[in-house]
Every structure is written in structure tokens, then in C-alpha cells.
């Protein structure tokens, strides 16, 4: 899908963001549905309602916490036309790893493994947003 996108092919239309968000939204939905039938399976605890609650809640924590972290970037590296420059375009690769890792790890530690990846995700989308697609391709290169 990357391949696709850099080449151009459904950028207007917004289909392989679309496409790569809906893939982590099946992974998180799929890990965290895993997860409630694994411990009434395996007999950790006994089966209630509750555990399915934690399916949406672990689906906003997710997007919740990718949001504030994109937020957090935009405003420490704003984006602008007059200091675009390779130095800035590595720190914002480094904030964005770094970002990415915390919120994975954090989310893993507080045990919502389900939507860790979904945070990243949301977190690159809202960081290439906020900065300008220019930007964006320029702090995506090295990652792709």
C-alpha cells in the first residue's frame, strides 16, 4: 500500500489511508476479541459482559492516545515554510519513533496490547496531517 501511495495512486481519494487504517482497526478488533475468549477458554476468570466492554474501550484509548501524541508533535515542531529544514525534518522523524514506541510500550504496560498498534497508526496520520503532505513525505522517506 505504501508502494501504491508513493506512486501516487489513491492520494486524492484518500483510499490507501483508508485502507491501512481499517487494517489496523480489523487487527485491534481481532487481538482484543483473541483476548476475552483466550481467558474464558483457558478459565483465568469467569466470563462476564465486562470484558466485552474493554473491546471499545481499548478502540478509544487507541485513536484517544494517537490524537494527543500527533498534537503534541504538530505543536512541538509546527509546520512552516520558512523553517523547513533537513534538521527539522530529523527531529520530527525522531519525535515520531519515539512517540510511536512510548505509546506502544505504554499501552502494552497498562495491558490494552489490542489498540498499541492502532495509537501508532493514528499517530502517524494526525503528525503527516498536521505537518503538510511535503513534509510528511519528507519525514516518511527514510521509513519507508
Known amino acids: 500500500m505504501l508502494s501504491l501511495m508513493e506512486r501516487g495512486f489513491g492520494i486524492g481519494t484518500g483510499i490507501i489511508p483508508s485502507i491501512i487504517c481499517s487494517a489496523a482497526l480489523d487487527d485491534v478488533l481481532s487481538i482484543a476479541m ?4 483466550e481467558a474464558y477458554a483457558v478459565g483465568k476468570h469467569t466470563f462476564s459482559t465486562v470484558d466485552f466492554a474493554t473491546v ?25 515554510a520558512d523553517g523547513e ?5 530529523n527531529m520530527r522523524l525522531c519525535l515520531v519513533v519515539g512517540f510511536a514506541v512510548v505509546s506502544l510500550l505504554g499501552l502494552k504496560a497498562v495491558g490494552y496490547t489490542a489498540c498499541a498498534a492502532l495509537s501508532v497508526v493514528v499517530l502517524a496520520i494526525g503528525a503527516a496531517k498536521g505537518w503538510g503532505p511535503a513534509a510528511a513525505k519528507r519525514v516518511a522517506a527514510p521509513l519507508t
Do not use: E, N, Y
Not at 474501550?57 to 508533535?73: D, F, N, R
Open 34 to 37: 483473541f483476548t476475552v475468549f
Open 56 to 80: 471499545p474501550l481499548q478502540l478509544v484509548a487507541g485513536i484517544g492516545l494517537g490524537v494527543v501524541c500527533a498534537l503534541l508533535l504538530v505543536a512541538a515542531t509546527p509546520p512552516g
Open 85 to 89: 529544514t533537513p534538521a527539522l525534518d
